[in-house]
């Protein structure tokens, strides 16, 4: 059986800069591992801090913290949100509230879950 695959956002802070990455993976080591290898934004990441776990922040649920170090001793500070893989699709309403209520409905009706009796 395979592993279920989860999407992992990543919202980095690193020299002045805040950039936002996704990966799908397995795991959040597999996530962090996959992000490292194929960020387009973000070079010299200090591979051997990778296997620091990392943090779950105060006040969250699921909203996790990692601060590592480029080649030119700059920090990087990642903040990781796990998710399910399917996202939101674009296009249902311009307002992102009126898209993820109107997502949500149509998720219920696919369930038989919200139906008018």
Same mark, same amino acid.
């Given at each position: 059986?395979?592993?279920?695959?989860?999407? &992992? @956002? &990543?919202?980095?802070?690193?020299? =002045?800069?805040?950039?936002v990455e996704e990966v799908v993976a397995s795991s959040m080591r597999a996530a962090i591992k996959r992000w490292a290898t194929t960020s387009t934004a973000i070079t010299g990441i200090d591979s051997e801090r990778l296997f620091d776990p990392p943090s779950l922040?105060? =006040?969250?649920?699921?909203?996790?913290?990692?601060?590592? &170090?480029? @080649?030119?001793?700059?920090?990087?500070?990642?903040?990781?949100?796990?998710?399910?893989?399917?996202a939101i699709p674009s296009g249902y309403a311009s307002d992102p509230d009126e898209r993820l209520k109107g997502f949500l409905r149509r998720s219920r009706r696919r369930q038989g879950r919200g139906r008018k009796q």
């Open positions: 059986m395979t592993k279920p695959k989860y999407l &992992f @956002s &990543f919202v980095v802070e690193h020299a =002045g800069h805040t950039i922040i105060d =006040g969250t649920k699921n909203v996790w913290c990692l601060a590592l &170090f480029d @080649s030119q001793e700059r920090r990087i500070l990642i903040n990781i949100i796990p998710t399910l893989r399917r």
